[in-house]
């Protein structure tokens, strides 16, 4: 074993289908198919062939196997050349014995590296939004447990003023939705690929058929694989659009940690219990304890992930010398091992989230011994009636004190105002200082 994804969490990531994408067979069949592709749309664009033959070769297919797989792997052996292996097999194949000059023509390997592996990434892209959708749809359901549930907020780990349990879950999750839309967006509009030659100038094809608009070739081409054509690059693409991913995956794992840790604060204050299966165990010594693994293992795994994404990027927008070295082929072939990660977590985050169910005695208990958290009100609507100086009067009354709901309509009854003015001011408790809630407009 060399990571635990093949291992320890090997059946879990299965269910995904994960697994079959960015495997060297993957991307092998890729770029075979992205030769063929390109092979059939130069001979049929150039008239190279025509009539039958030309319909013999549109309707050609490879029928890539595990077997014409190894068959290029054991000439990579000699080549010691990944995508020359791709063309020798192709050029061997009978059926394209006429236009066997034109397989891999005035293209550089990373042209068709770039358009294989994209596809990759792309059927990645998806596996990953589809799960990190389902978390959030898990995100929802917790936000609908815990409708119109008066708790006690804390700023500085301190009581403060009530709040809704709902609105604060809310918070975070509208952080994760704007990040997983970007996310989105990004999959279905921005991926770009590099294909342009050597050097991304059409040199070799210029040379052989000057009067080719091989600007517009290239784009249709890309256009087939629902990809855009990077205009100006060096040999390699300038991995903007892959940089952008990875960025946009750090900042919605930021934001499920940032749910995550008020999720455990929760969990300790008792405001939320565990469901739990009896028949599992949650110490090995201390029976009575249900602990939060997942919520544990998908914080654990996004110090890994965020960890694996700044190297990645970093590597890939500055750290390439001269046109292009083979340290991106590297990072690449270890792409699959980040979104396995990512996978996981949004496993683990729903896993943990669906056991979560909101603890409405300890809340209202906190409620009604904290009623200092209704002073902001009652001092600031003392304001609006001329007191002189109501906050430094409330702060010295309640400030490090345990004050009781008595203690505070005392207070009320010191000031020299309406009685109505202080008859409202006693109807206020923790449960209906509740500010403007009601007008907000949660995605419900």
């Not at 397989?103 to 596809?119: A, E, K, P, R």
């Not at 359901?141 to 003023?161: D, E, N």
């Not at 809310?170 to 030659?197: A, P, R």
């Not at 590597?315 to 082929?329: G, T």
Request: aromatic fraction near 12%.
């Amino acid at each position: 074993m060399l990571c635990p994804l093949d291992d320890r969490y090997k059946n879990v990531l299965a269910e995904t289908g994960i697994f079959k994408c960015m495997t060297e067979y993957e991307y092998t069949q890729n770029r075979v198919y992205v030769e063929m592709s390109y092979l059939k749309k130069l001979v049929t664009d150039l008239n190279i062939l025509k009539g039958k033959e030309l319909e013999e070769l549109i309707t050609f297919d490879i029928n890539f196997d595990i077997n014409k797989f190894e068959e290029i792997k054991h000439i990579e052996k000699t080549t010691n050349h990944d995508v020359k292996a791709i063309e020798i097999y192709l050029r061997n194949i009978p059926e394209l014995s006429k236009v066997k000059n034109y397989i891999h023509f005035g293209l550089t390997s990373q042209d068709v590296n770039s358009m294989g592996f994209m596809i990759d990434f792309r059927e990645c892209m998806h596996i990953v939004l589809n799960y990190l959708e389902k978390f959030e749809m898990e995100v929802e359901t917790l936000i609908g447990k815990t409708t119109g549930i008066v708790m006690c907020a804390k700023t500085h780990a301190q009581f403060a003023v009530p709040t809704f349990l709902d609105k604060e879950i809310y918070c975070k999750y509208i952080k994760i939705h704007k990040y997983v839309k970007k996310f989105k967006h990004i999959l279905n509009n921005e991926l770009t690929v590099k294909i342009g030659g050597a050097v991304g100038l059409l040199n070799a094809h210029k040379i052989a058929y000057p009067s080719v608009d091989w600007i517009t070739f290239m784009d249709e081409f890309a256009n087939e694989f629902n990809f855009k054509r990077s205009k100006f690059t060096t040999q390699i693409d300038d991995y903007t659009a892959i940089c952008d991913v990875f960025d946009c995956v750090k900042n919605i794992l930021f934001q499920i940690e940032d749910l995550n840790q008020y999720c455990y604060c929760l969990i300790n204050d008792n405001y939320f219990t565990q469901q739990h299966n009896d028949k599992q165990v949650g110490s090995s010594t201390m029976p009575q304890k249900i602990n939060p693994i997942e919520l544990e293992n998908a914080k654990g795994n996004i110090s890994i992930s965020t960890g694996i994404i700044e190297g990645i990027t970093k590597h890939l927008r500055y750290k390439i010398s001269y046109q292009r070295d083979i340290s991106d082929s590297t990072i690449f072939r270890n792409v699959g091992m980040l979104f396995g990660y990512v996978l996981l977590i949004s496993i683990n985050m729903k896993k943990g989230l669906s056991k979560l169910n909101p603890n409405i005695q300890q809340i209202t208990a906190d409620l009604d011994d904290h009623p200092e958290i209704i002073m902001e009100g009652i001092q600031t609507y003392l304001k609006t009636l001329d007191v002189e100086d109501p906050y430094n009067k409330a702060k010295e009354m309640s400030r490090g004190k345990n004050i009781t709901l008595l203690d505070i309509h005392n207070f009320i009854d010191s000031f020299d105002i309406q009685q109505n003015d202080k008859d409202f001011l006693k109807t206020m408790r923790p449960c209906n200082y509740v500010g403007i809630v009601q007008d907000l407009q949660f995605f419900y």
